[in-house]
């Protein structure tokens, strides 16, 4: 082939491979998901979606810079640890990069057993890291009336899942809003439009160095 032609092809086609890598450059960036899989604490019983701490997590990380993210909301009413492996194969399509994993207040106040729910929480971590997705584990507490032994190991059962698994952990989701009654509802259970602003900030502050620790 002649220079000639040559240069000519270099001159047509010189547009095409221009507008490709133009193309390429605004490619928007991937999106981060999150997923919030939790109970009624999650799902925000008896406040508004927009009033729940996964949608306020999701305002408050936009805020900060990451504006490609979504969190979703997996809360379920009533849910236990039991649910937890069926109900994260359902959200894998949507493929999350991290998983907030806020389960077990309800195997507590039912007083099930401790290790049962540790077998269950560990289940579904096994199943997201087969994944690659991070987990932040949402530790939870029971009232002194549960007695000492159940109260005790109940707790400790999310720090030996954290070490166990090497996932970051939440010492307690209810920091701040557990028993304290302007910060719930009637109830004296669920938080209000304050106790989720007070979970929020909960679970940014151990959310945040995940997020960092992958940029």
């Known amino acids: 082939m002649s220079y000639c032609k040559i240069s000519k092809l270099m001159f047509l086609f010189a ?20 997923l919030a899989l939790g109970d009624s604490l999650t799902e ?11 949608y306020l997590l999701e305002q408050a990380l936009m805020e900060k810079g990451y504006t ?12 236990t640890s039991a649910s937890a492996v069926s109900r994260l194969k359902w959200y894998l399509r949507a493929k999350p990069k991290i998983m907030i994993l806020a389960l077990g207040a309800n195997d507590g ?23 690659n997705i991070r987990i932040l584990l949402a530790g939870m507490q029971m009232p002194l009336n549960y007695g000492k032994s159940y109260t005790d190991s109940f707790k400790n059962a999310y ?16 920091k701040d ?26 679970v940014m502050e151990h959310l945040l160095p995940i997020l960092e620790s992958d940029n």
């Open 109 to 131: 106040l039912r007083g099930l057993s401790v290790e049962n729910m540790k077998k269950n929480l560990g289940s579904v971590i096994e199943l997201a890291q087969s994944k």
């Open 159 to 174: 720090f030996e899942l954290a070490e166990q698994y090497n996932t970051g952990i939440i010492p307690f989701l209810l």
């Open 68 to 79: 490609q993210i979504r969190v979703i909301n997996a809360g379920i009413s009533g849910s």
């Open 15 to 34: 547009p095409l491979l221009f507008g490709t890598f133009l193309f390429c450059d605004q490619l928007p960036a991937q999106e981060l998901k999150i």
């Open 44 to 54: 925000g019983f008896g406040v508004e979606k927009e009033e729940a701490y996964p």
């Open 177 to 202: 809003v557990g028993a304290v009654p302007e910060h719930n509802l009637e109830d004296g259970i669920h938080p209000n439009q304050e106790g989720h602003r007070i979970l929020t900030r909960n």
